[in-house]
């Protein structure tokens, strides 16, 4: 086995045992990234040198006996918009081609006091909107199993660089399903913590209230300690909980854990193989001893449809700083007006420019009764939803996507249906919750995605229960 | 319910967008499409229901001035599209303020 296809978990192993050295994984990736990362695209950037230098440290202190924390000298990559310190930052954008990132993110200074070793940015839909990377101003990234389609998105470089062995493990960011889909279009697992759980301090914000920094993970237990390592309250970010840290609680088997199947949510159109290949996962756990049935959780299709208004909403007040004034692309030898207007309009794509002119509309005199503060009631009626299904069962599964990977330009150009590629996943989004996607099987031999919600800060329950799962599979 | 060319324009003069004729033909479209989508929220009823609020500790921190880190200070300068020194530069802001959108 080559050491870059090794889980981070077996690769601690190695590493204290001292079977393996941190310069031997980095320079097994970075030989694996120069080999497939042309063709891939999933990487932006990568910091061969600088990797290989960290990975020489953390040997170093491994020497002397010193290990800064579980993910010193193990191989990891970054989305495109999780600021790191002196490096180029794009946020898959035009409109920042330039940028450097003027301090480290709380997740990223989290990453790197615990000596982990970073290869690279990851590509991504613009400013994180779009489900399939081909919105990135840099080209999109391929499926690893397939380059003729998209890895999702918008975190799509991650996964990407996951799936391919390209990184031992990678964060993005997750709004609507930015890290679940990818990861179910790639087949590797990815975990959307609960809003609140990591610091957005450093994420270059999409939706603020909906935002959320999680893993991209070759199994359970991975995203799990990559979890434990960037959580916590952040003085740097007020929406961060004080609630108690995530620990993981693993479990031998199903027993008392009670499954809920949305019926709403199965009730929407999805491909008849991924229905049967997720059905097929949860009878597995059903062997297991869960205990499974059907749940009312209304407002399915009305989730989407929120997250359509509150969504453009925060993006058109957060995309206003880029402006051309203090940084970023700026149109130069024009009045102020078109200065702003033409910056703006070269800089963007037709993505964002897209979902600024909604939120633009939704939040205007006349239309912000109608559009975003009803979004924001249905979305108060769609947490009670949550909550009350919670009452009856421990953890909620559907599909993470309706499809398997589709085909590069197969949807965009409605952006109607791209956005309907969202429709399991954003109900976490809209009601603070934590939800991992799991692989669960192949599709015309594209991977297909078991998506899990458990209750607020249950990510202990909800990753034991995958994992029990993720280990029974053949 | 269908937006207007006219009110598509105007979306795009308060978000700074400068949009050509095409580009706003397609923006009409995709607006309207999205718009069909979500209109399906006005049939829920929501009365009495409060708006959700973002969850957030409410305390407020001590408001005192913390130093920059000299690095992030170069950076974010070095980051300005134009300067002067250590000033960034801008257009002028009180000639011509609405440029040609007298």
């Given at each position: 086995?080559k050491?870059?296809?090794l ?12 079977e393996?050295t941190?310069e031997?994984?980095?320079k ?8 497939l990362?042309p ?5 932006l ?6 990797a290989m230098a960290?990975?020489?440290?953390a040997?170093?202190?491994?020497s002397r006996g010193?290990?800064l924390?579980?993910l010193?000298g ?7 918009n999780?600021?790191?310190?002196d490096?180029h930052i ?6 920042l081609?330039?940028h ?38 840099y ?5 690893p199993?397939?380059l003729e389609r998209?890895?999702?998105g ?8 996951v799936?391919?062995?390209l ?9 609507g399903?930015?890290i679940r ?7 590797c ?5 609960t809003?609140g759980?990591v610091?957005r301090?450093g994420?270059m914000a999409m939706?603020?209230?909906?935002d959320q920094?999680?893993?991209?993970a070759k ?7 990559m ?7 952040d003085?740097q970010?007020?929406?961060?909980s004080?609630e108690?840290p995530?620990?993981p ?5 199903l027993?008392?854990v ?7 949510a199965?009730g ?6 991924i229905?049967a290949s997720v ?13 499974v049935k ?16 509150i969504m ?12 051309g ?10 009045a102020?007006?078109?200065t702003?207007a033409?910056t703006r309009a ?6 964002a420019?897209r979902?600024?002119l909604?939120?633009t509309?939704?939040l205007?005199?006349g ?10 009631r249905?979305?108060?009626l ?8 919670f009452?009856?069962v421990d953890v909620?599964?559907?599909p993470?996507a309706p499809n398997?990977?589709?085909r590069?330009g197969?949807?965009t150009?409605d952006?109607l249906?791209m956005?309907l590629e969202?429709?399991?996943?954003v109900?976490?989004n809209v009601?603070g919750?934590?939800?991992i996607s799991v692989p ?6 594209l991977p297909?995605g ?7 800060f249950?990510e ?8 029990v799962?993720?280990e029974?599979?053949? | 319910m269908?937006?207007?060319r ?5 979306m ?8 050509s004729?095409?580009e706003?033909?397609?923006a ?12 399906r929220l ?12 973002m ?6 921190r001590?408001?005192v001035?913390l ?5 992030a200070?170069?950076?974010?300068i ?5 300067r002067?020194?250590?000033l960034?530069k ?5 000639e ?7």
């Amino acid at each position: 086995m080559k050491l870059n296809e090794l889980t981070i978990t077996e690769a601690r192993s190695k590493l204290d045992a001292g079977e393996i050295t941190s310069e031997q994984l980095a320079k097994s990736c970075l030989d694996e990234i120069e080999n497939l990362n042309p063709s891939l695209n999933a990487y932006l950037e990568v910091y061969a040198a600088d990797a290989m230098a960290a990975a020489r440290l953390a040997d170093e202190r491994m020497s002397r006996g010193e290990r800064l924390g579980v993910l010193d000298g193990i191989p990891l990559a970054l989305k495109d918009n999780m600021l790191d310190q002196d490096r180029h930052i794009t946020s898959g954008s035009k409109i920042l081609e330039k940028h450097v990132a003027a301090y480290d993110g709380t997740a990223v200074r989290k990453l790197k006091e615990q000596g982990a070793v970073i290869l690279g940015r990851t590509n991504m839909d613009e400013f994180a909107m779009g489900s399939s990377t081909e919105f990135s101003a840099y080209g999109p990234t391929k499926n690893p199993r397939d380059l003729e389609r998209v890895p999702g998105g918008s975190s799509g470089g991650s996964a990407a660089a996951v799936a391919a062995n390209l990184c031992l493990g990678a964060f993005g960011s997750d709004t609507g399903g930015s890290i679940r889909q990818p990861a179910a279009l790639c087949g590797c697992v990815g975990l959307k913590p609960t809003y609140g759980r990591v610091s957005r301090y450093g994420l270059m914000a999409m939706a603020s209230s909906l935002d959320q920094i999680g893993p991209f993970a070759k199994s359970v237990e991975d995203a799990a300690l990559m979890l434990q390592a960037i959580q916590g309250a952040d003085p740097q970010d007020q929406t961060t909980s004080e609630e108690k840290p995530f620990a993981p609680a693993w479990r031998e088997n199903l027993s008392d854990v009670r499954i809920g199947l949305p019926r709403q949510a199965w009730g929407q159109g999805m491909h008849p193989e991924i229905k049967a290949s997720v059905m097929q996962a949860i009878k597995q756990m059903e062997q297991l001893g869960a205990q499974v049935k059907d749940v009312d959780l209304p407002y399915a299709d009305e989730a989407l449809a929120a997250y359509y208004v509150i969504m453009p909403c925060e993006v058109s007040a957060n995309l206003a700083r880029f402006d051309g004034m203090r940084y970023g692309l700026r149109e130069k030898g024009l009045a102020l007006f078109e200065t702003y207007a033409r910056t703006r309009a070269h800089g963007f794509g037709s993505e964002a420019r897209r979902r600024i002119l909604l939120g633009t509309y939704a939040l205007s005199r006349g239309y912000y009764d109608a559009y975003y503060l009803q979004a924001k009631r249905v979305q108060t009626l769609i947490k009670r939803a949550y909550e009350a299904a919670f009452r009856d069962v421990d953890v909620l599964i559907t599909p993470t996507a309706p499809n398997p990977a589709f085909r590069l330009g197969e949807k965009t150009t409605d952006p109607l249906t791209m956005y309907l590629e969202d429709v399991f996943t954003v109900g976490a989004n809209v009601s603070g919750l934590p939800a991992i996607s799991v692989p669960c099987g192949l599709v015309e031999n594209l991977p297909v995605g078991m998506h899990m919600i458990g209750p607020a800060f249950g990510e202990a329950d909800l990753l034991a229960a995958a994992r029990v799962y993720e280990e029974s599979k053949p | 319910m269908a937006l207007s060319r006219q009110e598509v324009k105007q979306m795009a003069d308060l978000a700074r967008l400068e949009l050509s004729e095409d580009e706003l033909a397609a923006a009409e479209q995709d607006l309207d499409k999205v718009l069909g989508y979500v209109e399906r929220l006005q049939k829920v009823d929501t009365q009495g229901v409060e708006p959700a609020a973002m969850p957030a500790r409410t305390e407020w921190r001590e408001d005192v001035a913390l130093p920059c880190d000299e690095a992030a200070r170069e950076i974010i300068i070095s980051n300005f599209p134009a300067r002067q020194g250590d000033l960034l530069k801008t257009p002028g802001v009180f000639e011509n303020p609405k440029g040609g959108k007298a």
